[in-house]
């Protein structure tokens, strides 16, 4: 298990509030008793398989395949009184247990069929088998409204029989009493009444001695009595007695089902865990999707590397006021073990500092975390956290002696599987005094090959990252124009407290601000006022990035649509020169079967006509007409020697071929839809629809 110091570390980092939330998201008693007994863990593989588990449940939630964990009932109590001898089980309570049983099986169903998208999610099933038997056995005499059914025994069938008939002669006859009572004007009430489960009548009191029956009681006021007539009491007396047999017939029931059932109390305890444990991943995977929380890459090896990383429940405030949140890039590893924050107060230090603690709690708790999917996420052995006051009323520390004791047990128990986390490091003393001690706490700390994060003011920690290998500066970005934090972690360089700009947004005197001014031109007042210079350029340079940023990317999209214009328009062009390639053949097509056709009718001319002249001048004329196609296809076969087909549409200056007998000219002018072509020195006006562009061959412009 991970081992946390100090025993609030937990708290510290906000953890119990996604605990809170993840609670909420549960809809059984054994989901919740899972997240109040949650516990980190630092084996790599129950890591892994936890976090797989819950993102192979965060799947079925997006692609809206609903996996029936349907069960939300507690039968704790019932388990147990299945297995003590002799116990009764009520029919709602076997009903319940049949709920649970046909839950399972619709369970291991889905399982089966969407075999195998969740392997993760199947395993947790896989040693669990359905029952068919435990709803049979319920079925067989429950119904579903929980009562015995009238067929669950022969016994009970005849007496709810009996019963029945009693009871509409018990009816019939006391209408009539209440009839009769009635017209005699002895009644208070005309509706029935019951009294000690016996059927009676109110009567005035006046009149109590004159109708026979037995006294059951009286109103409040007296002036009500309430009469069990004595033409119905034996009749009450036997259905009394049949209610009696009834019930007992059912306890018999119940108690030989339950005795039934008990044999199977192992696999209904089975059933209602992995019911549990399948709600319990739910909420889980419910919260991730909440966070916009994804499953980063994993490593063994004690490292961090958060890109786009927010802290869980600042996400989730600012997204109720409708705020973003500044993500954070973050990498702690055996090169860059200790990162130092510094920054103006209020600024987001501790904020972020709180985000790679409780991002690497939840991890460890099996937890899915809102970072980017490229992110990658180690495991360690042991978090220390020292945030916050830890003055020590009852143990009589101050806030400094707390902080010491607190750097006594990191120095004592830190190693090269320790994640820390220290707020103000050194605050609480002597500045020049804390300051150096805070020096050699961390030089201690990295010669120990921790890794962690420290939040400061001080200017001798800020220069430390030049001196001890492995510890780099971070620092909060301020808009000293607009005298307000960015909340922006910039790596690589320490940052100044702007303790100028707070002071004068919290409209200190003018007077003192400036006498302050005075007096940071002294001694090593000098390296905060340079921070701050150099914070605010890069501050200046990084708007000037974003909007550089701005420009690229629109320059991007603009790139891309430029070349799926052209995609498109020499795609239509390719389909305009083969819809002109068909078109030819098909002309030659045609013709070819119109010379076929005349050639025939020809020969039937000639065997029938006198005069033979006339049919030979029709068939010279075919022939002419053939010949002129033989041209027009060697004219064809030596352009495409020399030229081959652009596809373009023509215009003018273009290399241009006529679809007919291919002679290649040069389009000179387009008049509407007519065409100049020159050919030589000749020009020619055709139609446009008859000339196709083309370009000269590569092989041709060689050889010239």
Same mark, same amino acid.
């Given at each position: 298990?991970?081992?946390?110091?100090?025993?609030?570390?937990?708290? /510290?980092?906000?953890? &119990?509030?996604? #605990?809170? =939330?993840? +609670?909420?998201?549960?809809?059984? *008693?054994? !989901? $919740?008793?899972?997240?109040?007994?949650?516990?980190?863990?630092?084996?790599?593989?129950?890591?892994?398989?936890?976090?797989?588990?819950?993102?192979?449940?965060?799947?079925?939630?997006?692609?809206?395949?609903?996996?029936?964990?349907?069960?939300?009932?507690?039968?704790?109590?019932?388990?147990?009184?299945?297995?003590?001898?002799?116990?009764?089980?009520?029919?709602?309570?076997?009903?319940?247990?049949?709920?649970?049983?046909?839950?399972?099986?619709?369970?291991?169903?889905?399982?089966?069929?969407?075999?195998?998208?969740?392997?993760?999610?199947?395993?947790?099933?896989?040693?669990?088998?359905?029952?068919?038997?435990?709803?049979?056995?319920?079925?067989?005499?429950?119904?579903?409204?929980? /009562?015995?059914?009238? &067929?669950?025994? #022969?016994? =009970?069938? +005849?007496?709810?029989?009996?019963? *029945?008939? !009693? $009871?509409?002669?018990?009816?019939?006859?006391?209408?009539?009493?209440?009839?009769?009572?009635?017209?005699?004007?002895?009644?208070?009430?005309?509706?029935?009444?019951?009294?000690?489960?016996?059927?009676?009548?109110?009567?005035?009191?006046?009149?109590?001695?004159?109708?026979?029956?037995?006294?059951?009681?009286?109103?409040?006021?007296?002036?009500?009595?309430?009469?069990?007539?004595?033409?119905?009491?034996?009749?009450?007396?036997?259905?009394?007695?049949?209610?009696?047999?009834?019930?007992?017939?059912?306890?018999?029931?119940?108690?030989?089902?339950?005795?039934?059932?008990?044999?199977?109390?192992?696999?209904?305890?089975?059933?209602?865990?992995?019911?549990?444990?399948?709600?319990?991943?739910?909420?889980?995977?419910?919260?991730?999707?909440? =966070?916009?929380?994804?499953?980063?890459?994993?490593?063994?090896?004690?490292?961090?590397?958060?890109?786009?990383?927010?802290?869980?429940?600042?996400?989730?405030?600012?997204?109720?006021?409708?705020?973003?949140?500044?993500?954070?890039?973050?990498?702690?590893?055996?090169?860059?073990?200790?990162?130092?924050?510094?920054?103006?107060?209020?600024?987001?230090?501790?904020?972020?500092?709180?985000?790679?603690?409780?991002?690497?709690?939840?991890?460890?708790?099996?937890?899915?975390?809102?970072?980017?999917?490229?992110?990658?996420?180690?495991?360690?052995?042991?978090?220390?956290?020292?945030?916050?006051?830890?003055?020590?009323?009852?143990?009589?520390?101050?806030?400094?002696?707390?902080?010491?004791?607190?750097?006594?047990?990191?120095?004592?128990?830190?190693?090269?599987?320790?994640?820390?986390?220290?707020?103000?490091?050194?605050?609480?003393?002597?500045?020049?005094?804390?300051?150096?001690?805070?020096?050699?706490?961390?030089?201690?700390?990295?010669?120990?090959?921790?890794?962690?994060?420290?939040?400061?003011?001080?200017?001798?920690?800020?220069?430390?990252?030049?001196?001890?290998?492995?510890?780099?500066?971070?620092?909060?970005?301020?808009?000293?124009?607009?005298?307000?934090?960015?909340?922006?972690?910039?790596?690589?360089?320490?940052?100044?407290?702007?303790?100028?700009?707070?002071?004068?947004?919290?409209?200190?005197?003018?007077?003192?601000?400036?006498?302050?001014?005075?007096?940071?031109?002294?001694?090593?007042?000098?390296?905060?006022?340079?921070?701050?210079?150099?914070?605010?350029?890069?501050?200046?340079?990084?708007?000037?990035?974003?909007?550089?940023?701005?420009?690229?990317?629109?320059?991007?999209?603009?790139?891309?649509?430029?070349?799926?214009?052209?995609?498109?328009?020499?795609?239509?062009?390719?389909?305009?020169?083969?819809?002109?390639?068909?078109?030819?053949?098909?002309?030659?097509?045609?013709?070819?079967?119109?010379?076929?056709?005349?050639?025939?009718?020809?020969?039937?001319?000639?065997?029938?006509?006198?005069?033979?002249?006339?049919?030979?001048?029709?068939?010279?004329?075919?022939?002419?007409?053939?010949?002129?196609?033989?041209?027009?296809?060697?004219?064809?076969?030596?352009?495409?020697?020399?030229?081959?087909?652009?596809?373009?549409?023509?215009?003018?200056?273009?290399?241009?071929?006529?679809?007919?007998?291919?002679?290649?000219?040069?389009?000179?002018?387009?008049?509407?839809?007519?065409?100049?072509?020159?050919?030589?020195?000749?020009?020619?006006?055709?139609?446009?629809?008859?000339?196709?562009?083309?370009?000269?061959?590569?092989?041709?412009?060689?050889?010239?």
């Amino acid at each position: 298990m991970l081992q946390t110091y100090p025993a609030q570390a937990q708290d /510290q980092l906000e953890f &119990n509030k996604i #605990r809170q =939330l993840l +609670s909420l998201k549960c809809r059984t *008693d054994a !989901a $919740r008793k899972r997240v109040d007994n949650l516990k980190f863990h630092s084996r790599f593989d129950y890591i892994a398989m936890a976090l797989q588990q819950t993102q192979e449940y965060k799947l079925t939630l997006e692609s809206h395949d609903h996996f029936p964990n349907d069960f939300t009932r507690n039968v704790e109590r019932e388990l147990k009184y299945l297995s003590l001898s002799g116990a009764i089980l009520k029919g709602e309570e076997l009903l319940a247990f049949r709920s649970l049983a046909l839950n399972v099986k619709e369970m291991l169903q889905w399982l089966k069929n969407h075999d195998p998208l969740y392997p993760q999610l199947r395993a947790l099933a896989e040693k669990i088998v359905y029952e068919k038997e435990i709803s049979q056995i319920i079925s067989a005499v429950i119904d579903d409204s929980g /009562q015995v059914k009238d &067929n669950a025994s #022969r016994e =009970l069938m +005849s007496i709810r029989m009996e019963l *029945d008939k !009693a $009871r509409q002669l018990l009816r019939k006859t006391f209408e009539g009493i209440l009839r009769r009572l009635s017209k005699q004007g002895y009644l208070a009430e005309i509706s029935e009444s019951f009294l000690s489960g016996r059927r009676t009548v109110a009567v005035f009191a006046e009149h109590k001695r004159i109708v026979k029956g037995i006294l059951h009681g009286e109103s409040d006021t007296a002036k009500t009595v309430f009469i069990e007539p004595e033409e119905t009491i034996e009749l009450n007396n036997e259905v009394s007695a049949l209610e009696r047999a009834e019930h007992k017939e059912i306890q018999r029931i119940l108690a030989q089902t339950t005795a039934h059932l008990s044999g199977y109390q192992p696999q209904l305890d089975s059933y209602y865990h992995l019911c549990g444990l399948y709600d319990f991943i739910r909420a889980k995977a419910l919260l991730a999707a909440e =966070l916009n929380a994804t499953l980063p890459r994993l490593s063994p090896h004690p490292s961090v590397q958060l890109i786009k990383a927010v802290h869980p429940l600042l996400f989730l405030h600012n997204q109720k006021n409708g705020k973003p949140v500044v993500p954070l890039n973050i990498t702690l590893d055996r090169d860059q073990r200790i990162l130092m924050i510094s920054g103006p107060n209020a600024g987001g230090k501790t904020v972020s500092m709180k985000t790679v603690g409780l991002l690497q709690m939840m991890l460890q708790a099996g937890l899915l975390v809102p970072v980017d999917e490229q992110s990658e996420m180690g495991v360690f052995k042991q978090i220390f956290v020292h945030i916050g006051d830890t003055q020590s009323i009852e143990n009589e520390l101050s806030t400094y002696s707390a902080h010491l004791r607190d750097m006594k047990y990191f120095l004592d128990f830190a190693n090269g599987k320790t994640l820390f986390f220290i707020d103000e490091l050194g605050s609480g003393s002597d500045p020049n005094l804390g300051g150096a001690f805070a020096e050699a706490i961390v030089e201690e700390l990295a010669g120990k090959r921790a890794l962690g994060i420290i939040t400061t003011h001080y200017l001798n920690l800020k220069v430390m990252a030049g001196k001890v290998q492995g510890i780099y500066n971070g620092a909060m970005t301020f808009d000293e124009e607009r005298l307000e934090p960015l909340y922006q972690l910039a790596i690589g360089k320490p940052g100044s407290s702007y303790t100028f700009a707070i002071a004068q947004r919290s409209e200190l005197s003018k007077k003192v601000i400036d006498r302050a001014r005075q007096l940071t031109e002294r001694g090593h007042f000098k390296l905060d006022k340079m921070l701050l210079q150099t914070e605010q350029q890069s501050v200046r340079l990084g708007d000037k990035e974003k909007y550089l940023d701005q420009l690229l990317d629109k320059n991007e999209a603009l790139k891309e649509q430029y070349e799926e214009l052209i995609d498109k328009e020499r795609l239509r062009q390719h389909f305009e020169t083969l819809k002109l390639q068909n078109k030819i053949k098909k002309e030659e097509l045609e013709y070819l079967r119109d010379t076929e056709r005349k050639f025939k009718q020809i020969i039937h001319d000639w065997k029938k006509a006198e005069n033979k002249q006339e049919v030979l001048e029709s068939a010279e004329k075919i022939l002419f007409r053939r010949k002129q196609i033989q041209q027009n296809e060697a004219a064809a076969k030596k352009a495409d020697k020399k030229f081959r087909l652009s596809g373009r549409v023509p215009q003018e200056g273009d290399l241009v071929r006529h679809t007919l007998n291919h002679q290649v000219g040069r389009l000179t002018e387009i008049k509407g839809k007519k065409a100049v072509v020159r050919i030589g020195q000749m020009p020619f006006t055709i139609n446009l629809a008859e000339w196709v562009t083309v370009e000269e061959k590569r092989e041709t412009r060689k050889k010239k």
